[in-house]
């Protein structure tokens, strides 16, 4: 199973950007899922998550700029970022699990899966 991002680009300050994140397999069911960044020289921050049931939490510093959302039939996540500002420049990733799904006729999980990163940055 395999978490694939798109989305990240160059934009200007106030303006906006939209991540998705898809999992590809033979999936039955993802958990939790979420997008963590990481600027340079800076550790890697968890952004925002959502719950199977669509129960979301932010990071304080992307409260009401940002929207994390899922499609659980297409097996998709989503980030809309608005007014994005130059400290939102960073790598972002997304990540999954547990992710139950099929290895042949076997049912596995993952526990925690990672996405390859997509590159954001926000001029000013």
């Known amino acids: 199973v395999q978490l694939q991002a798109f989305g990240g680009g160059l934009v200007q300050a106030g303006g906006y950007l939209r991540l998705s994140c898809t999992a590809a397999?033979?999936?039955?069911?993802?958990?939790?899922m979420g997008w963590y960044r990481q600027a340079p020289g800076k550790q890697r921050e968890l952004v925002a998550s959502?719950?199977?049931?669509?129960?979301?939490n932010y990071a304080d510093s992307v409260k009401g700029r940002f929207t994390i959302s899922r499609e659980n039939a297409k097996n998709t996540m989503y980030l809309q970022m608005n007014s994005l500002k130059p400290e939102d420049t960073a790598v972002y990733y997304c990540?999954?699990?547990?992710?139950?799904?099929?290895?042949?006729?076997?049912?596995?999980?993952?526990?925690?899966?990672w996405g390859q990163g997509t590159l954001v940055t926000v001029s000013s």
């Open positions: 397999g033979r999936i039955f069911r993802i958990d939790a």
């Open positions: 990540n999954a699990g547990p992710i139950n799904y099929y290895m042949g006729d076997a049912m596995v999980a993952a526990r925690d899966v």
């Open positions: 959502i719950t199977s049931g669509g129960s979301t």
